[in-house]
């Protein structure tokens, strides 16, 4: 995994864990996302252009859903975003 998208998985982590008025449902979308991110960066090579964009879609629509609530979280989606689409993804 690239050094960079680590510390950026990490940071989003740990906004997520700082954030305490985040709820529960919101929680479980944002760690099914970061588990959707390790597991197509852990199957770069055979992830297909669908998967790709599908997980795009995903991060886009988590940080339209709080970037006005929660705009570090939304900080740290884009920076990820960022990150994935620079790394081809």
């Known amino acids: 995994m ?16 700082q ?12 760690a099914h996302l970061m588990g959707d991110i390790r597991t197509v960066l852990d199957r770069q090579e055979q992830a297909s252009a669908d998967e790709n964009q599908s997980l795009g879609d995903q991060i886009i629509e988590a940080i339209e859903r709080y970037e006005v609530s929660y705009p570090n979280l939304a900080l740290a989606l884009r920076h990820a975003l960022d990150i994935l689409s620079g790394s081809g993804i």
């Not at 690239?2 to 864990?17: N, V």
């Not at 954030?19 to 944002?30: A, G, V, Y």
Request: proline fraction near 0%; glycine fraction near 0%.
């Open 2 to 17: 690239d050094e960079d998208l680590r510390d950026t998985l990490e940071k989003l982590h740990q906004e997520l864990e």
């Open 19 to 30: 954030t305490d008025n985040l709820d529960e449902e919101s929680r479980q979308r944002l």
